[in-house]
Nanobody, 128 residues
Framework: QVQLVESGGGLVQAGGSLRLSCAAS????????MGWFREAPGKEREFVAG????????SYADSVKGRFTISRDNAKNTVYLQMNSLNPEDTAVYYC?????????????????????WGQGTQVTVSS
């Protein structure tokens, strides 16, 4: 069973940047599509970005398109989320997720139900 550990969250001023990392255990990380989700207080967990197993395809929520970039390094078993031009609406707990039930998925799904393994989350707070 793969385990995911996020890091890189923190407090940043509006307009600033952060890079989140998600380190995965296990030898099959490179076969998983991965995603980032976020959950703000009082709101449902929402899709932020997704990436296929080989990084060949990525997708983003409209709210972060052009500001956030998802990437992965399969040699390091790590997926990243580069977040630029942050605004207070980006404040949330950010979760890394893996699609382990469907290996080598050809799409980077936006659907929460497609992801079966989750990290513990990392807090991102953007001050105005």
């Amino acid at each position: 069973q793969v385990q995911l550990v996020e890091s890189g969250g923190g407090l940043v001023q509006a307009g600033g940047s952060l890079r989140l990392s998600c380190a995965a255990s296990g030898r099959t990380f490179s076969s998983y599509a991965m995603g980032w989700f976020r959950e703000a207080p009082g709101k449902e967990r929402e899709f932020v970005a997704g990436i296929t197993w080989n990084g060949g395809s990525t997708s983003y929520a409209d709210s972060v398109k052009g500001r956030f970039t998802i990437s992965r390094d399969n040699a390091k078993n790590t997926v990243y989320l580069q977040m630029n031009s942050l605004n207070p609406e980006d404040t949330a707990v950010y979760y890394c997720a893996a699609r382990t039930r469907l290996l080598f998925a050809s799409d980077s799904s936006h659907e929460r139900v497609d992801y079966d393994t989750w990290g513990q989350g990392t807090q991102v707070t953007v001050s105005s």
